[in-house]
């Protein structure tokens, strides 16, 4: 009469798999399963036709709408400070300034450069950039409005007394564009892309 086959048992836990063989009570294999979780590769910077993209998506949400309080407030409750569009645009900001396409350009203490023309693929916005510190922009008109977001680096910036997110200027509005209280990213979609600098004396 043949003896009882032996079993083996697979046995998981966390860091490993063992194969387990009741016949001889040894463990006949081990595999370290960390290397199964870890990443094959490390996550790649977002690429400036990838931020493209991303702002293609958001602007498509926000065609052809009033720039005024209400959009202003559904910026910020819907891709405000904390959500995900919010993070992916201030992480793709950072890369992009640190890999040279952002804020290409400087004058007067502020890092500065369109990134992207008002093109039919972003709405008809174009897409600025600026990297400034506890200081005060050139004051400009928006013919068209202006929306901005606001993301912080260092401090507790504010730019013209906001807060980290989104701040609508109404078709007409003008201002100084101020940073406070530390360094900030500000992102400017301009509505065909106009804006008017005021001449100095």
């Known amino acids: 009469m043949q003896g009882k086959p032996q079993t083996c048992t697979i046995l998981l836990d966390t860091f490993c798999v063992d194969a387990y063989c009741s016949g001889t009570g040894k463990i006949l294999h081990e595999v370290d399963c960390r ?3 870890r990443p094959s590769h490390e996550e790649k910077p977002m690429s400036k036709q990838a931020f493209h993209q991303r702002l293609s998506d958001l602007t498509a949400q926000i065609a052809g709408q009033p720039l005024d309080d209400a959009l202003d407030r559904w910026l910020n409750s819907t891709h405000g400070a904390g959500s995900a569009t919010f993070d992916s645009l201030k992480q793709a900001c950072i890369e992009g300034v640190a890999e040279g396409w952002l804020c290409d350009r400087e004058g007067g203490g502020i890092r500065y450069g369109r990134v992207f023309k008002a093109e039919d693929a972003l709405h008809r916005f174009s897409v600025d950039v600026v990297d400034m510190q506890d200081i005060a922009g050139p004051h400009h008109t928006h ?35 101020t940073v406070a209280q530390g360094r900030a990213l500000v992102l400017y979609l301009l509505p065909e892309g106009q804006i008017q600098f005021t001449k100095t004396p």
């Open 35 to 37: 290397k199964f979780n």
């Open 143 to 177: 013919p068209n409005g202006e929306i901005d977001l606001i993301m912080p680096l260092e401090g507790d910036a504010t730019f013209d007394g906001r807060p980290a997110g989104w701040c609508v200027y109404a078709a007409g509005t003008s201002h100084r564009p």
